[in-house]
């Protein structure tokens, strides 16, 4: 009975906190993609003008936590199939933050562009029983400034 | 590099539109009805399976709820109230077609409880308090019969079997409880287990009424204890082995109208002994 209301207590704290957390989070996505929407970036290899300029590796890196109600969900989601949409915007939270924070080192860097862009995905806890899984998303590419 | 721009793709379009709290709802909705179809799936089956166990293994079972059936009693009288209600029960089953091997021990208890019931083995309890509401005899051997015909039709042994299932359903499935199925097989708790199903009720019923009308030859009375619960209020009597009995007007109405089918010898109900009224 204790393990029940304790499992409904962590389901509505996940869901309560989880929820407003997401809902800041992308605001504050939106609200910097728009202040960093100067720094270009393209997934293409071949930097335009090369000579002319100087690349640099830069990159940027989230880890975000999966909440209790999101978990659960995803596990259900386990038995029958389909989207998870639970992990669906966490992932689309970690791939923007990833990207925002490559930028904002790009920016440091007095770069106005990156090139060759790459994401990677990792889990952490790998499905580890009893945890919460945490996932993490790093953006990488070549912050390129004109060659001084 | 003036040709080069970043194009802000529209939001929203990698995460799916429903709502969180929508997906929860139904998936927890549908696992849950895949798990109540199931379970109940398997307690029809166990049922099915219980029905054919030798009634030889069901009394040996039934050893093990010695201390839930009342000890023998001491005083002559209740003695002899028991030796009665033996002897009516024999009586109401030479009518009921019981196969050979199956054997009925009525116990009998002291206690005000207004109930009689049937458990597994053919151990059938009669309370005093039953007995203190009956006018006659014929509506005792109504409430007997009754409950024999729970015993002939097997029916402790499938509830046995239904409960044992869903417990051990609900067991594996949470993964705790362990400790609750091993007192449950050893017997303990396992009389509070068997509540019989609206069905099992009213087949009772229908061969009780039978047994009744072969045994005197009319059913006046009959309904005699189903009027008294009827009138009785809840409050005073907590009648939780009752919880699944068909509604009682409803069962007053099948008991009359059953009566009203087969004519109706105008012989007086016979009266009970003496020594059967409580003190």
């Known amino acids: 009975m204790y393990d029940l209301i304790l499992f409904l207590f962590l389901l509505l704290l996940g869901y309560v906190f989880g929820q407003r957390a997401e809902k800041r989070h992308f605001r504050s996505i939106i609200e910097r993609e728009a202040q960093l929407g100067d720094i270009l970036v393209f997934s293409e290899r071949k930097i335009p003008d090369e000579a002319a300029c100087e690349g640099i ?16 969900v995803a596990d259900l989601r386990n038995f029958f199939g389909g989207r998870v949409s639970a992990y669906e915007s966490l992932l689309e939270r970690a791939r923007r933050e990833a990207v925002l924070r490559m930028k904002e080192a790009a920016r440091r860097k007095g770069a106005d562009s990156v090139w060759n862009l790459r994401l990677e995905t990792a889990s952490i806890y790998k499905g580890a029983a009893g945890s919460v899984g945490a996932v993490e998303v790093i953006a990488y590419g070549t912050a390129v400034r004109q060659r001084r | 590099m003036a040709d080069y721009e970043n194009r802000p793709p529209p939001e929203g379009i990698n995460v799916s ?3 969180p709290l929508k997906d929860f709802a139904l998936l927890v909705g549908g696992i849950s009805a895949l798990v109540v179809v199931a379970v109940l799936a398997l307690s029809l089956l166990a049922g099915q399976l219980a029905r054919h166990i030798p009634f030889a293994h069901e009394r040996a079972l039934a050893g093990q709820l010695g201390r839930w059936l009342p000890a023998e009693p001491v005083s002559a009288v209740e003695r002899q109230r028991r030796q009665y209600l033996q002897a009516l029960a024999e009586r109401l089953a030479q009518g009921m077609e019981m196969p050979p091997e199956m054997t009925l021990t009525v116990h009998y208890s002291a206690q005000p409880t207004i109930n009689a019931l049937a458990t597994l083995g053919g151990h059938i309890v009669v309370f005093q308090g039953l007995i203190d509401t009956l006018p006659s005899e014929n509506a005792l051997a109504m409430v007997l019969a009754h409950e024999i015909a729970h015993v002939r039709h097997r029916h402790p042994v499938v509830a046995m079997g239904r409960g044992f299932a869903v417990l051990l359903a609900v067991a594996s499935l949470s993964g705790v409880g362990d400790g609750s199925l091993q007192q449950w097989l050893g017997g303990i708790g396992m009389l509070p287990v068997l509540s019989f199903s609206r069905a099992q009720e009213e087949e009772a019923d229908a061969a009780a009424l039978q047994a009744v009308l072969r045994t005197y030859g009319h059913v006046g009375d009959a309904a005699a204890f189903f009027e008294h619960v ?50």
Do not use: C, N
């Not at chain 1, 590796?57 to 659960?72: C, H, I, N, P, T």
């Not at chain 2, 209020?233 to 009752?242: D, K, M, T």
């Not at chain 2, 509604?247 to 009359?256: K, Y």
């Open chain 2, 230 to 279: 009827a009138r009785a209020p809840l409050a005073r009597e907590p009648l939780a082995i009752f919880s699944s009995h068909p509604g009682h007007a409803e069962r007053i109405a099948r008991i009359r109208d059953f009566a009203a089918r087969h004519s109706q010898v105008d012989t007086p109900p016979v009266a009970l002994p003496a020594f059967m009224k409580g003190d």
């Open chain 1, 57 to 72: 590796l830069v990159a940027g890196s989230v880890v975000v936590s999966v909440d209790y109600f999101k978990r659960f």
């Open chain 2, 17 to 19: 539109p429903t709502h």
